[in-house]
C-alpha cells in the first residue's frame, strides 16, 4: 500500500503565500516524478509543477517564477512553496507521484486526497 499525504492548504490573502506539503509512504521501491496538480471551480484539472528523480522541474506558465517545487528524498516529501499567490491560484491541490512499488517492475500513479488553497480578500 501506498498513501500520499497531503498539508499545508489554507486561507490566504493575495500577494500572501503558502508552502504545501505531500509525504510518500508505503511500500515504494523508487519514485520516478512527483508532481502538483490542480482543480479549480468549473475548470478542469491541470498540472502545476513537477520534478523527476534527476531533480528536473517543470512548471506551467502561468506559476513559473512565483512557485517552486522542491523534494526531500530521505523523507520522501514534495513541497510546493507557493508565493505572489492571486484570487485565479484558488483550487484543491492534489499531490501525484509515479512510482515503483516492492516487487513491480511497471511504475503506477498515486494519488493524495486534495488540499483546498483559497486566495481571497
Known sequence: QVQLVESGGGLVQPGGSLRLSCVVSGSIFSINLMAWYRRAPGKQRELVAAVNS???????????????ISTDNAKNTVYLQMNSLQPEDTAVYYCNANLRIRGWVRPFDYWGQGTQVTVSS
Not at 54 to 68: A, I, K, L, Q
Open 54 to 68: 534527476g531533480g528536473t522541474t517543470n512548471y506551467v506558465d502561468s506559476v513559473e517564477g512565483r512557485f517552486t
